[in-house]
């Protein structure tokens, strides 16, 4: 029977497809055996229109997924009469914000994962290591007030009335159709048994373009940067397959062709306005507390899916942020780009409260702060044209080093013997309503252990006291007015972690029993090649914090405003001093190039205490009260909500498996001394899911010439799924 020119009762039936470049709806009469290659075949042949549609695909609004598998049948997606199917440019402008509060409008893939998009992205700004970098949403400072279950719980009524609402970016379920509600990651044998796809009511694509927002000052004036797409877009202006080029869209515009733009962008991306412009700054949060500081990890997207399917969409903004706190091979001759954007996120963190530090090491980062601003007006002198010489040198000595092996300064000549460190240190166990002072011990460091005997000549006795340094937590305490130089040790127990105190007399004496238990905690001796480095760094750490007896500069021939280099609470303290103050750390750091003032930057922030660790809000199996877990490069800690203490540190090296419940939102982690169950609250779990897969996905990086990029290795360990 034919009807209206079609054969009726053959199985077929009218698929809507809605073109979003021309705002024109058609309607196919197909089958559920067409494949969606098929598809838009027959929807470009009956459009007729001559132009480039090779970067089209088609987008489900009501399922919130691409139909990206172009040899899959309708039948196979579950596609229905009652679909509406969107014809949509995959690559679309998205405004990033770069770590230095910038922003950069760009053409980013909206049909790839988020990782494959990042890395993408940072391969045209010339960032290396994209690995290390993912997308976030913007937040708001209501979002600190509440956990992610909380607020989840509160618009689930909201979400199923209001249609047109926007999917959170960590709301997933379990895949039904393939899927036992969990996933299992092991070290032995990588592998994933289920997946998750968020939750996203019914939604259509406006193509109309979005209030443009006030443009965010630029290296050579007001404006945002513009990154215009090598893929044509039907209806718009015609874009060929040349290299992407950028421009400024600002009045006396940038505007670079050619091969040329790539090296002017990156001359622009490795140097960042000494200030942000208003509306940047007042859109950065600053949390109050740990709380506060664990609900901001909730931002990220999830690696694992496209940025569409995670309600962004075209001229949104994200921000362009370091997530993974584990940055490789940081080479000052090809890293000037990532040099810079570290600095900025690592100073946006101190200025905005993220990170603690002391009142001297907020001084010193302001000091080094400053002479990044003045060398950046300064013409730096060009890089050493015998790149191929120096490449042959640092490969020379990287033989010499393995072949000679490393010197060990030791009293004996034996080459046998296990290098140990002895002193006279004072030493507390600090308990609960007691009030000790420091006692007087002959401490010994050797082989991952402290000994602590009474004198020195009880020293071949057994010890009063014997610590186990490996997986203990170090950190300083240190106060360079007062002549502090402490060491504060969390040695773990069966019942926990013990707090336990070490002062030394002098800083040549901190720097070296610093060192040592350090590399103890982590597992090695003080025959380790970095022993002496690491004394070093210690020491010039140390040494920058040194405020001088005057300033170098005369505070009057600078314009030094303390909001830009010094945090809020220091600004209560030292009210009027801080320019004075900041100009006298200034004085040991004033000979720093430009790039070494950045490593010295970013070095100093790496030593903070409280550095690369990812906090969130959790509630442990058993256990009735919400608590904090630190995720960091190494290790995963158990911490006190309110004080931030460690309660229990689990290392990377003992960890066998992590496995997640989809259903239930738990997450399991599996060590050599015990298993650890909790549940998430400011976050899907599917975000410390990703941490921790992304640091061992990062840990597993060599020193290899032509090492690649796995992606595929990076979707196992973080994604889920196989």
């Known amino acids: 029977m034919i009807a209206d020119g079609h054969l009726v009762g053959d199985g077929s039936w009218e698929l809507k497809v809605l073109v979003t470049d021309l705002s024109v709806e058609r309607c196919l009469r197909v089958k559920g055996d067409l494949h969606i290659g098929g598809v838009m075949l027959r929807l470009v042949e009956e459009l007729d229109i001559a132009a480039d549609w090779s970067d089209h695909a088609l987008w489900w609004p009501a399922r919130n997924c691409w139909l990206s598998r172009t040899r899959s049948t309708l039948d196979q997606y579950g596609v229905q009469a009652d679909a509406l199917l969107h014809f949509t440019p995959m690559h679309k402008t998205l405004r990033v914000q770069l770590p230095d509060l910038r922003y950069l409008d760009c053409r980013v893939d909206f049909s790839v994962k988020t990782f494959n998009a990042v890395v993408t992205l940072c391969k045209e700004l010339g960032i290396r290591h994209p690995e290390e970098l993912s997308f976030a949403k913007p937040l708001e400072s209501d979002d600190l007030r509440y956990n992610y279950r909380e607020r989840e719980s509160n618009t689930s009524h909201k979400k199923r009335s209001v249609a047109n609402n926007s999917a959170d970016t960590n709301t997933f379920i379990g895949h039904h159709g393939n899927s036992t509600h969990s996933s299992n990651n092991s070290l032995d044998n990588i592998k994933a048994t289920s997946g998750c796809t968020p939750v996203l009511p019914n939604t259509t694509i406006n193509r109309s373009p979005a209030p443009v927002p006030t443009p965010i000052s630029s290296p050579v004036n007001s ?21 992407s080029i950028f421009d400024m869209t600002a009045n006396n515009s940038l505007n670079t062709t050619g091969n040329s733009s790539f090296s002017n962008m990156d001359m622009s991306l490795a140097l960042s306005p000494a200030t942000p412009s208003q509306e940047a700054r ?42 993974f706190y584990s940055f490789y091979d940081l080479n000052p001759k090809y890293d000037a780009v990532r040099i810079n954007q570290i600095y900025e996120q690592a100073k946006w963190q101190l200025l905005n409260e993220e990170i603690d530090c002391t009142e001297e090491e907020m001084l010193m980062f302001g000091a080094l702060q ?82 602590a005997f009474k004198n020195r000549g009880e020293s071949g006795s057994g010890p009063a006291h014997q610590i186990p340094l490996r997986g203990c937590e170090v950190t300083p ?10 060491i504060r ?94 100009l006298e750390a200034h004085t040991n750091v004033k000979d720093l190039s430009l790039t070494e003032a950045k490593l010295n930057y970013i070095k100093a922030w790496q030593s903070l205490p409280e550095y690369g660790v990812s906090l969130f809000v959790v509630k ?88 690649t990029l796995n992606e595929e290795l990076f979707h196992k360990l973080t994604g889920g799924w196989s």
């Open 489 to 582: 040790l969390e040695v773990p127990g069966p019942d926990g972690m013990s707090e336990m105190w070490i002062r030394c007399d002098s800083e040549a004496q901190y720097a070296k029993w610093m060192a040592a238990c350090r590399l103890a905690a982590k597992g090695k001796t003080m025959a380790d090649a970095s022993y002496d480095a690491e004394v070093s760094s210690i020491l010039a750490f140390l040494a920058m914090q040194k405020p001088a007896p005057a300033p170098a500069i005369n505070p009057s021939s600078l314009d030094i405003q303390p909001d830009d280099y010094v945090a809020p609470r220091f600004i209560r303290k030292l009210k009027n001093k801080v320019s004075t103050r900041i």
């Open 477 to 486: 305490d240190v106060n360079l007015s007062q002549d502090k130089f402490g």
């Open 620 to 707: 442990f199996m058993g256990q009735r009260k919400e608590e904090l877990l630190g995720v960091a490069f190494n290790r995963l800690m158990r911490m006190e909500m309110t004080t931030g203490d460690h309660i229990k540190t689990w290392r990377y090296n003992t960890m066998k498996a992590w496995n997640v419940n989809w259903e239930v939102k738990h997450m399991m982690v599996q060590f050599e001394e015990e298993n650890v169950i909790f549940s998430c609250l400011s976050a899907d779990c599917k975000v410390v899911h990703e941490f921790i897969g992304g640091y061992i996905f990062l840990s597993m990086r060599s020193k290899e010439a032509n090492q």
């Open 282 to 323: 007042s859109k950065l949060l600053r949390p109050k507390n740990l709380i506060e500081r664990a609900r901001l990890n909730v931002a990220w997207l999830d690696s694992s899916l496209s940025i569409m399917e995670q309600g962004v969409r075209e001229y949104s903004a994200l921000l362009l942020r370091y997530k």
């Open 223 to 243: 404006g945002t940067w513009r990154k215009n797409s090598p893929f044509s877009t039907p209806g718009s202006n015609g874009h060929n397959a040349t290299p």
């Open 370 to 451: 400053l002479q990044v601003n003045l060398q950046s007006a300064q013409p730096q002198p060009l890089s050493d044209t015998r790149d191929g010489d120096d490449d042959i040198d640092a490969a020379l000595s990287d033989l010499q080093d393995t072949l000679e092996g490393t010197h060990v300064h030791s009293n004996t000549s034996d080459i046998t013997s296990i290098p140990e460190l002895s002193d006279y240190l004072r030493y507390m166990k600090p308990k609960r309503f007691t009030l000790k002072g420091f006692k007087r011990y002959w401490f010994v460091c050797k082989d991952l252990q402290l000994f």
